[in-house]
Nanobody, 118 residues
């Protein structure tokens, strides 16, 4: 059974930092493109960051460039999202996504809530 389990969310003041983790089981993430999405109630799910499987190339939504960093540790089967200089508009549920580059399987985590508020 495949599971993606996000952790590290919580309440933080504007300007603060959080580090999200996504631990995978049932798959080996080395063959997967890994993405972080976020969704605020009433809004569409937004792609935040992506890291490829082989070259570990990264890309980010314009709204988070320079503040967020995605990384992966294939040995730990975990992907991370370091979030700095957080803003109230970063408040959302953050979801981890794994997509196999050859076979096309896609998996989602259950999400972790991030709230940025003073």
């Amino acid at each position: 059974q495949v599971q993606l389990v996000e952790s590290g969310g919580g309440l933080v003041q504007p300007g603060g930092s959080l580090r999200l983790s996504c631990a995978a089981s049932g798959i080996t993430i080395s063959g997967y493109v890994m993405r972080w999405y976020r969704q605020d109630p009433g809004k569409e799910r937004e792609l935040v960051a992506v890291i490829t499987s082989v070259r570990e190339s990264t890309d980010y939504a314009d709204s988070v460039k320079g503040r967020f960093t995605i990384s992966r540790d294939n040995a730990k089967n975990t992907v991370y999202l370091q979030m700095n200089s957080l803003k109230p508009e970063d408040t959302a549920v953050y979801y981890c996504n794994a997509h196999h580059v050859v076979f096309g399987q896609t998996y989602w985590g259950q999400g972790t809530q991030v709230t940025v508020s003073s």
